[in-house]
């Protein structure tokens, strides 16, 4: 990439933060050292793959540079200030505009199941019910043996660890980098045995109280942390 389009996609993500700091939670695009720790499990043969959140595009980047090939990518993004772009970018990849919580719902797999999951959600702004409907989402396409790549800015796995135990989830650091705004460690979380996470049950609607008992259970567990 060039050090004109680095600024143009910089200015163009930090104006998308000042609109909405919550969802984009960051002020600047991940840099390549943390997009090639994201990917670094990841080979050609893993596809199909979805990402999740990919803003201006660096984890789809780095994934192409491993082999992957576009048109394996199925790209999640809320913010309808990254389409146009994501979609000029990578044409031959899927776009999505949505909210990666109704993942489960969508329905967007009939063919093979995923390899990964390479996600760039701001998880630790999310509530625990809007976890829980992601990750179930995401494992509800996934291969056995497949995994979501997470990153976070915190010092510890951004999935409480009550979710993890409910979806019967483990969550594995595999690197993490000082080359990034803010530093940023990587997370690799897999099923523990294979398990068939059902895409119904853990659906995101606004009265589910499996979900909110997890939620609830998180809540207090992360309080006394
Ligand atoms: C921290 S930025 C990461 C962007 C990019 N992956 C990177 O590392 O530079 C978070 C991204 O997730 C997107 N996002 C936030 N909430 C989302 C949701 N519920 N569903 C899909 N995308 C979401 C934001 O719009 C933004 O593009």
Redesign the pocket.
Known sequence: MTAKAACTDFLH?FR??IS?P?????I???GDS??RI?TSEIAALDGPII??????????RALLARGVSEADLTL????P??ISSLQARFPTARVLQ?????LADADIFEGEPVGAV?????LL??SPR?IVS?LAGAFAYMRPGGAVYQ?TYGPRCPVPRPILDRLGLKAVRIGGTVRNLPPASVYRISRRKPLELSRERFSYRESDTEIDDIAAFSNETAAER
């Open positions: 993500f998308s933060w909405n919550l969802r984009v939670a960051a600047a695009p991940s943390l997009a994201m990402e999740l959140g990919p803003g201006t595009g660096v984890f789809t999640i993004e809320y913010g200030e990254f949505m909210d990666a919580a109704h390479v996600s760039g959600l701001p702004s999310m809007k992601i990153f």
